[in-house]
Nanobody, 115 residues
Framework: QVLLAESGGGLVQAGGSLRLSCAAS????????MGWYRQAPGKQRDLVAT???????NYADSVKGRFTISRDNAKNTVYLQMNSLKPEDTAVYYC?????????WGRGTQVTVSS
């Protein structure tokens, strides 16, 4: 079993920045993928960015150039640095882990960007 603990959401004005963190604990496999997804009200949950334990990253087109995903393997923690935030980035952001036989979701953290 893998548990995820997210932090860092909040309210920010358009153009501002936020940093999300997600720490994984439990049965962590050395080869894994961690990432962030988001879900706005009335919409499906969509990929934001992922990073493998080897450092390979993948981003949604809508956040390329504005968001940066990174990780600290020693701490089993993934980060999402969000810059130049837009009102359309408003959503609940969920951390995700996939490794070995385990997949896990965090509880989500609200990000609200005011115009």
């Amino acid at each position: 079993q893998v548990l995820l603990a997210e932090s860092g959401g909040g309210l920010v004005q358009a153009g501002g920045s936020l940093r999300l963190s997600c720490a994984a604990s439990g049965s962590i496999f050395s080869m894994n993928v961690m990432g962030w997804y988001r879900q706005a009200p009335g919409k499906q949950r969509d990929l934001v960015a992922t990073v493998t334990s080897g450092g390979r990253t993948n981003y949604a087109d809508s956040v390329k150039g504005r968001f940066t995903i990174s990780r600290d393997n020693a701490k089993n923690t993934v980060y999402l640095q969000m810059n130049s935030l837009k009102p359309e980035d408003t959503a609940v952001y969920y951390c995700n882990y996939q490794g070995g036989p385990y997949a896990a979701w965090g509880r989500g953290t609200q990000v609200t960007v005011s115009s």
